[in-house]
């Protein structure tokens, strides 16, 4: 299976990361704190023993955050340096390059009181912002030391799931991993109730060198959140159709059969 969803990986990312030669970004700030998330995830519903892993990166800036998969940062930091396509595509396709298995990244108050996630489905990308105050956060009593230090504990419900956070007031940033903030604190853990997306803070730091929050400044096809995740159920839905009438015995239809055990999206109400 894991070679399947590679090379699922693999053909997505070349196919968007192809296009990335010669592309503008747009300068926020300076990031002055980096903290790295791990994430385990049940990515099928019914099967508990399904779990992958992922690292991702949280920038903050005095005003603006991004959260972004460790090696789409690595990639994306790789690929500024080139100039052709074809150059993009020799780095994808050798050793250097690992690939991610999440595209997006997502920017918290940028623009002022909004969140802003882009994502790519190929061939395109896409872009969509909502409220960034759309946590309903209740604070306990409950205490606990989390990766070294005191921290509070929170609950809310988002995205059709209950989730439970363990925050740090004495890291006074008020943000966290994917879309999560609001709370007093650095959220350094947070799990929804059933386990099947943990996020936990493991490493934190004052980047060495100047590290910028940007953004690509590029043609983004502009929607909501319930448009972009029809447009990408319409692509994985497409796919898996194609790959299941390619012929018996065809690795694609392994590779459909594995897609579509992957039922459990971290948000299940897209609303």
């Not at 070679?3 to 002055?32: D, M, R, V």
Request: charged fraction near 20%; include cysteine.
């Amino acid at each position: 299976m894991r070679i399947y969803l590679l090379f699922f990986s693999t053909l997505f990312s070349n196919i968007c990361f192809a296009q990335w030669g010669n592309h503008k970004y747009i300068n926020l700030e300076p990031a002055t704190l980096v903290t790295t998330y791990s994430l385990h995830i049940q990515e099928d519903s019914t099967n508990q023993n399904n779990i992958s892993k992922a690292k991702f990166l949280l920038f903050i800036g005095a005003n603006v955050s991004e959260f972004v998969h460790l090696y789409k940062f690595i990639n994306d930091t790789a690929i500024r340096r080139f100039t052709t396509d074809d150059q993009v595509i020799s780095y994808l396709s050798n050793s250097q390059a690992n690939i991610p298995n999440a595209l997006y990244r997502i920017y918290k108050n940028y623009p002022k009181g909004k969140l802003t996630f882009t994502d790519h489905i190929p061939s395109d990308t896409y872009r969509y912002e909502e409220p960034l105050d759309i946590f309903n956060w209740q604070l306990t009593g409950d205490t606990a030391t989390v990766c070294g230090y005191k921290s509070q504990k929170a609950t809310c419900n988002f995205g059709g799931r209950s989730w439970v956070a363990w925050f740090a007031p004495e890291l006074p940033y008020s943000d966290g991993p994917y879309k999560f903030n609001g709370l007093p604190g650095l959220i350094l853990k947070i799990a929804d109730t059933r386990n099947h997306y943990v996020f936990e803070m493991t490493e934190i730091q004052k980047p060495g060198e100047e590290v910028m929050i940007d953004i690509e400044d590029k043609n983004y096809i502009v929607t909501t959140k319930q448009g972009f995740f029809r447009a990408f159920d319409s692509f994985i839905n497409d796919f898996i159709t194609r790959a299941r009438q390619s012929g018996p015995g065809n690795d694609l239809q392994t590779l459909a059969k594995n897609l579509s055990r992957r039922n459990n999206p971290i948000e299940l109400l897209r609303k």
